[in-house]
């Protein structure tokens, strides 16, 4: 399965690709919420989840979820954080959040999350 990874800093991007596919992911990276959705744009039809940091420069989190969302409504979207779960969470309480991972997160908890999200 195909991968969306969104987060501004490389060296979680460059964690996280090798930690997905790690366990048989192809991933597409993108820096921030602009780049998120250009590869949306083009590659939504087969990406099955989306990772999406959520502070990041020029759109954040919030509104790249927000237009992700718009152009694809069934998207998977798990929200990852160096913030507390409840703290990050609850403005998506309502949107169809698929998850929350806490930065840093192991491939452990990266798993399991994954799993809950796609549905087993």
Avoid: W
């Avoid at 996280?16 to 366990?23: C, M, Q, S, T, V």
């Avoid at 780049?35 to 087969?46: D, P, Q, V, Y």
């Avoid at 099955?48 to 509104?63: F, H, K, N, Q, S």
């Amino acid at each position: 399965m195909t991968i969306l990874l969104v987060d501004d800093e490389e060296s979680i991007r460059r964690v996280g690709i090798a930690l997905l596919e790690g366990i048989g992911h192809k991933v597409l990276t993108a820096g921030d919420g602009i780049e998120a959705l250009e590869i949306m744009r083009e590659h939504g039809h087969e990406i099955g989840c989306v990772i999406l940091d959520l502070t990041m420069p020029r759109l954040d989190g919030e509104a790249t979820f927000r237009k992700l969302k718009a152009l694809h409504p069934n998207s998977r979207v798990i929200l990852s954080s160096g913030y507390m779960e409840r703290e990050a969470t609850e403005r998506f309480s309502t949107l169809g959040l698929a998850g929350f991972l806490q930065k840093p997160y192991s491939l452990a908890e990266l798993r399991l999350k994954l799993s809950e999200a796609l549905g087993g």
